[in-house]
C-alpha cells in the first residue's frame, strides 16, 4: 500500500504569492494532518481535519487555511507569503481524528524568495 | 501549555557505542509519546511508540522508557552504526488528542 504523498516535492515563490501544497492519506485513512518545521527545529501542527470537518487548529495566521475533499485528500492553502514561511510542510494521516497513530509524508519544500 | 525538550541538540558518536537521546515533557497528561527519525531533507518515519500506560518499548537495537511522573523519556540506542546518523525527534499527544507537540530535536552523528 501507498504512503502518504505529498505534492510537489519542491516549490519556489515570491513573497506575495499564494501557494497549494496537495496531500493524499493511506488508503482507509480519514484524517489528515498538517505540520510546518522550520530548519533546525521540530515541527509545528498548523490543522487537523476529519471526515471533511477542522478538528484543530495551531497558532498560525488566518493567511494558513486547508480542507479536506470527500475522498480525504487535502489542500493546504497560504496566502501572501512571507519571507519566514520557508520551511518543510509536512502532511499525516491516521485512521482516526484523536490519538490514532500519524503516519508522514516526505513534505512539500517551500522557498520563498 | 505543554512544552517538549531534547537534550542534546546534537551528538557525534564513534561507531559501535551506546548512547541515549533525553526527551522532557512539561505536562503529565499525555496519552502516548513517540520517537521519530528524520533524515535531511526528509519526512518523519516513526520508531517506538509508548502509551501512557506503559515504561518502555523495543524495536530491534532501539528502547524507549517512558516517566510520567517526572515527564521524562529516554532513547536508547545500542551499537550505534554510520547509517543511525539523522535527527531523532521526540513528541507527545494529549488526553484530548490531535497534535502532536514535537521537541526541537537531537541531531545524531555516528563516526566510522
Known amino acids: 500500500d501507498a504512503g502518504v504523498t505529498q505534492s510537489p516535492t519542491h516549490l519556489i515563490k515570491t513573497r506575495g504569492q499564494h501557494v497549494t501544497l496537495r496531500c493524499s492519506p493511506i488508503?482507509?485513512?480519514?484524517?489528515v494532518s498538517w505540520y510546518q518545521q522550520v530548519l533546525g527545529q521540530g515541527p509545528q501542527f498548523i490543522f487537523q481535519?476529519?471526515?471533511?470537518?477542522?478538528?484543530g487548529r495551531g497558532n498560525f495566521p488566518d493567511r494558513f487555511s486547508a480542507r479536506q475533499f470527500p475522498n480525504y485528500s487535502s489542500e493546504l492553502n497560504v496566502n501572501a507569503l512571507l519571507l519566514g514561511d520557508s520551511a518543510l510542510y509536512l502532511c499525516a494521516s491516521s485512521l482516526g481524528g484523536g490519538r490514532t497513530p500519524q503516519h508522514f509524508g516526505d513534505g512539500t519544500r517551500l522557498s520563498i524568495l | 501549555k505543554q512544552e517538549v525538550t531534547q537534550i542534546p541538540a546534537a551528538l557525534s558518536v564513534p561507531e559501535g557505542e551506546n548512547l541515549v537521546l533525553n526527551c522532557s515533557f512539561t505536562?503529565?497528561?499525555?496519552?502516548?509519546l513517540q520517537w521519530f527519525r528524520q533524515d535531511p531533507g526528509k519526512g518523519l518515519t516513526s520508531l517506538l511508540l509508548?502509551?501512557?500506560?506503559?515504561r518502555e518499548q523495543t524495536s530491534g537495537r532501539l528502547n524507549a522508557s517512558l516517566d510520567k511522573s517526572s515527564g521524562r523519556s529516554t532513547l536508547y540506542i545500542a551499537a550505534s552504526q554510520p547509517g543511525d546518523s539523522a535527527t531523532y525527534l521526540c513528541a507527545v499527544i494529549g488526553n484530548q488528542g490531535g497534535k502532536l507537540i514535537f521537541g526541537q530535536g537531537t541531531e545524531l552523528s555516528v563516526k566510522p
Open positions: 509508548i502509551q501512557s500506560s506503559q
Open positions: 488508503s482507509g485513512h480519514k484524517s
Open positions: 505536562d503529565s497528561a499525555i496519552y502516548n
Open positions: 481535519y476529519y471526515e471533511k470537518e477542522e478538528r
